[in-house]
């Protein structure tokens, strides 16, 4: 009740409205893929084809979906491992970069420790470097180390990426150093300190991390790994999707249907993650 | 460790070096603990990022064509780079105008419309959320875009100026260099709710409300006050950290360049730094060139990033 009225602290409504009314036009512009993109996953081949498109389904149909079995029924490593491949990945991989990442960014933002500026400006001054010629020395790093062919030339990486160490630590700069101070007086180790009062604070920042990371691995993982892993039964769920586009101009609606499914899993984890960051908000906004 | 030793004798040059080395080591067995959080991270991302840049800048000093083994050419990649690839001047003023205007538009937009957002009831939030970050979520969907600006009298745009009697025959935005550029412009706006927008929603949430109660009382008049006596200085350390993700995205744009105006594009009109590295890493083999082209890009983004650090400290003054 007490955040309702703070809300309105400053406030007027002739601005208020403008505002809404700003984001209204902003999101109708924006939400263009998205309701092309499930729109387009029902259509009929016929609308499909119609030129110029439509936006909006006129005969919704599930017909691209039911066609999906029959496609991957002839493939002879089964669809049930490249979604395996997919989720061991990406839950794999987020939950390590998520964990690893927090770990290094801790110290980091909060304790004292000869090389720390140094460090930082690495990790910054790393972001600006461009993927496309870092790749060659990384091949070559994946082979020597022996794990070309693996899951781990897909984790390994995504465990190291600079993006969670730098957003995790700006996050936990702005922890109050009483917070740590009291809570080593409370005779908590470090270790300690980190796990269970800095990361139950910092969760908005973990959990917007959770959304990046695996969109990543999810809908990508095949295109940073294709020069890596050469197995079929290593293969992720966007390549066999891949491989379905590549059918041709016949394999569109399927194509289509795909799209969308392969939307749904950020979509569901960023609807969950979010409202989660709306329910630390509340939370940490009694405390206060 | 050895750069960390390094690092720290700069600050203080002593003359009792090993008195010295043995404070620093003594302070770091102190601070053990932060090593060993620090470890795991910090080994792998030395192996799969230090490692391959130092490599690339180390590489953009050579001729290699991934072929044979490189060899020392000194500064003549960036001699050629500067002086006689008028390609590359192109693709420059390109890339320096299309980040000029996308950088601080977008990274204004994500903190705006995360501004805005923030006050909404949770519900509509976590909705118009989903909606404004849904180009960066559904993959490549700014194929849309070509759709729109299609050169025949078919595309949404065309369609729709010569139903209006704007034109009378249908423009060829993606084959026009006059158009070019800003189409790509306009399309990267378009993306630029991403990474920067999520970390402000998320860094609004971390501002202590008590600030607001006693900005009220120290006499903050309205919003726009608010914002930026006490929102803005609150929010610091996630400026920073859009910061340099719009400056990275905003100068490093390619695939939509490549995907949307193919590749290369027009009379060049829409090349930008990063497709001409492609053009020479991926299609050329000419990997030592275009390792200087990723060098000299670097140090762009760097100093855009020093000015940009430079003017945030200034926020909220």
Not at chain 1, 39 to 68: G, H, M, Q, Y
Not at chain 1, 167 to 183: N, S, T, V, Y
Not at chain 1, 258 to 277: A, C, D, H, N, Y
Request: hydrophobic fraction near 55%.
């Amino acid at each position: 009740m007490k955040a309702v009225i703070q809300k309105r602290l400053n406030r007027s409504w002739t601005v208020d409205i403008l505002l809404l009314v700003l984001l209204a036009g902003i999101a109708t512009f924006m939400a263009f893929p998205l309701v092309f993109t499930i729109s387009n996953a029902f259509k009929p081949l016929d609308e499909i084809f119609a030129f110029p498109p439509k936006l909006f389904v006129r005969n919704p149909t599930f017909v691209n979906f039911t066609i999906l079995p029959d496609i991957f029924s002839d493939s002879w490593v089964p669809f049930s491992r490249y979604l395996f491949n997919s989720l061991f990945v990406a839950v794999v991989g987020t939950g390590g970069h998520v964990i690893i990442a927090s770990a290094a960014a801790y110290p980091l933002a909060k304790l004292k420790f000869p090389g720390r500026t140094m460090m930082m400006s690495i990790v910054v001054l790393s972001l600006m470097f461009t993927s496309y010629v870092t790749q060659v020395p990384n091949y070559m790093t994946i082979s020597w180390l022996g794990m070309l062919n693996t899951y781990w030339a897909i984790l390994l990486p995504a465990f190291g990426s600079t993006l969670g160490i730098y957003l995790m630590k700006q996050f936990m700069e702005q922890l109050p150093d009483e917070l740590i101070e009291a809570g080593k007086i409370d005779g908590a180790s470090e270790y300690r300190i980190f796990w269970q009062l800095v990361m139950p604070i910092v969760k908005p920042a973990w959990l917007t991390l959770i959304i990046f990371s695996l969109q990543v691995l999810w809908t990508n993982s095949s295109v940073t790994s294709h020069k890596y892993i050469y197995s079929e039964q290593l293969k992720t769920i966007d390549y066999v999707f891949g491989q379905i586009a590549s059918g041709g101009i016949a394999r569109t609606g399927p194509v289509a249907a795909v799209t969308f499914l392969m939307m749904l899993v950020p979509i569901v984890v960023f609807v969950v993650t979010q409202s989660s960051v709306i329910q630390t908000m509340a939370t940490s906004g009694m405390k206060e | 460790m050895q750069q960390k030793a390094q690092a720290h004798s700069v600050d203080a040059p002593s003359p009792g070096g090993e008195r010295k080395f043995l404070r620093l080591f003594a302070e770091m067995k102190k601070s053990k603990h932060a090593y060993v959080l620090m470890a795991p991270f910090f080994l792998i991302f030395a192996v799969f990022t230090v490692v391959p840049v130092v490599m690339s800048v180390l590489l953009s000093f050579t001729h290699f064509n991934m072929l044979e083994p490189p060899s020392w050419a000194g500064f003549d990649n960036f001699a050629r780079l500067l002086v006689k690839d008028d390609v590359f001047l192109v693709a420059v003023k390109n890339t320096l105008l299309f980040a000029a205007i996308t950088g601080p538009i977008s990274y204004v937009a994500c903190f705006f419309f995360a501004w805005i957002i923030n006050e909404l009831p949770p519900k509509p939030r976590a909705l118009l959320t989903l909606v404004l970050y849904a180009p960066s979520i559904s993959g490549n969907t700014y194929m849309i875009w070509a759709l729109m600006f299609s050169g025949d009298s078919y595309g949404y745009i065309n369609s729709f100026l010569m139903n209006w009697g704007f034109v009378l025959e249908p423009v060829q935005w993606l084959q026009d260099t006059r158009y070019v550029l800003g189409i790509l412009i306009l399309v990267q706006l378009w993306l630029s709710l991403g990474t920067s927008f999520l970390a402000f929603i998320a860094g609004l949430q971390t501002v202590n409300r008590t600030l607001y109660e006693a900005g009220a009382i120290d006499g903050i008049r309205n919003r726009w006050q608010e914002l930026w006596f006490i929102t803005l200085p609150a929010m610091r350390p996630q400026l920073m950290f859009g910061a340099i993700i719009q400056i990275t995205s905003s100068f490093a744009v390619a695939e939509i360049s490549i995907y949307l105006l193919g590749f290369p594009t027009v009379d060049y009109a829409g090349h930008t730094i990063v497709t001409h590295l492609i053009d020479y890493g991926t299609i050329r083999f000419d990997m030592g060139y275009a390792s200087a082209i990723a060098t000299v890009l670097f140090m762009i983004m760097m100093m855009t990033n020093v000015l940009t650090q430079k003017f945030l400290k200034k926020v909220g003054e």
